[in-house]
Nanobody, 129 residues
Framework: EVQLVESGGGLVQAGGSLRLSCAAS????????IGWFRQAPGKEREAVAC????????YYADSAKGRFTISRNNAGNTVYLQMDVLKPDDTAMYYC??????????????????????WGQGTQVTVSS
């Protein structure tokens, strides 16, 4: 059974940092492209960052550039999202997703649940002002 499990969320003050983790099991992790998404109450899901399987190239949404860093540890089957200088607008449920398509990062901003291979259950991030 394939599982993606997010962790590392919590409550933090504006300007603070959090590191989210996405741990995968049941898949050959190296083969999968991994993305982070978020969804705030009443808002549509938003793509945040993506990292490829082939060469660890990274992609970021404008809202994440300069503040968030995505990385992966294939030996540990884990992808991280380091979030710095957090703002109240970053408050959301954060999800990771995995797809076998090596080009997925080039269109992950248009990803939908049905076409993406695997999704995690999410971890809540709350940033207080």
């Amino acid at each position: 059974e394939v599982q993606l499990v997010e962790s590392g969320g919590g409550l933090v003050q504006a300007g603070g940092s959090l590191r989210l983790s996405c741990a995968a099991s049941g898949v050959t992790f190296d083969d999968y492209v991994i993305g982070w998404f978020r969804q705030a109450p009443g808002k549509e899901r938003e793509a945040v960052a993506c990292i490829t399987s082939s060469d660890d190239s990274t992609y970021y949404a404008d809202s994440a550039k300069g503040r968030f860093t995505i990385s992966r540890n294939n030996a540990g089957n884990t992808v991280y999202l380091q979030m710095d200088v957090l703002k109240p607008d970053d408050t959301a449920m954060y999800y990771c997703a995995a797809d076998i398509d090596r080009w997925w990062c080039t269109y992950y901003t248009r990803a939908n649940s049905a076409d993406t291979d695997y999704w995690g259950q999410g971890t809540q991030v709350t940033v207080s002002s």
